[in-house]
């Protein structure tokens, strides 16, 4: 059937393994989506988050390094108009280490940007490596 779309990779926010995170990677790259890792320091800090993203993404110079300028980044994108995105956090359970209230409110941010692309019938996923039990796991296919 030619002029179908690719089932996505994945779309929403779970959490798996490396090796779940690099065949995914892989299989995202294959069909030409957008893939970005970001590295979370220890005991990431909010300001340490948004670069992150910001540089991962190559947010425009416009980003006003916050929680609601970073959804309106991730719901933007057109600056990279991808036919998919997957992105994937590594060290995400060390930044959030020692009860660091961001947790939340980052796969709140998420799962909102997850479900805007979805209803934009783009695909967009992010793969938390590792990562709490509050993030579910990757269903097996």
């Not at 340490?48 to 970073?70: I, M, V």
């Not at 959804?71 to 600056?79: E, G, I, P, V």
């Not at 209803?119 to 097996?140: C, K, N, R």
Request: net charge negative.
């Amino acid at each position: 059937m030619t002029g179908a779309k690719p089932k996505p990779v994945v779309a929403g926010v779970f959490r798996c393994s490396a090796g779940q995170a690099g065949v995914l990677l892989r299989q995202a790259e294959a069909q030409r989506y957008l893939t970005a890792s970001i590295d979370l320091p220890p005991q990431v800090t909010p300001a340490t988050l948004f670069e992150g993203f910001a540089s991962a993404l190559r947010f425009p110079e416009w980003f006003g390094a916050n929680w609601d300028a970073l959804s309106d980044c991730l719901t933007d994108l057109s600056w990279l108009d991808e036919s998919g995105y997957l992105i994937t956090l590594h060290g995400y359970r060390d930044a959030f280490s020692g009860g660091n209230d961001d947790s939340e409110t980052l796969q709140s941010v998420l799962e909102d940007v997850c479900a805007y692309w979805q209803d934009e019938g783009v695909p967009f996923g992010v793969l938390v490596e590792d990562g709490p039990a509050a993030i579910p796991e990757l269903p097996t296919k």
